[in-house]
């Protein structure tokens, strides 16, 4: 069973993504780039946690 407090960890990476709208709702180019570059980070973040979480339950 994975750890509870690693499961929210992962919840809080998956839906913690906020901060780069502008007042009306809209990305800013910078915006964008940043909110690609977490998306891309919280990914890779996802995948080694799966890789570490898959090792330990062998």
């Given at each position: ?15 913690g ?37 898959i090792?330990?339950?062998?």
């Amino acid at each position: 069973m994975m750890d509870p407090r690693k499961k929210e960890t992962i919840i809080q990476k998956c839906f913690g993504i906020t901060g780069w709208t502008t007042r009306r709702g809209r990305l800013s180019l910078q915006g964008e780039e940043q909110a690609i570059r977490k998306v891309d980070n919280i990914l890779n973040k996802l995948v080694q946690d799966l890789v570490e979480f898959i090792r330990d339950e062998q």
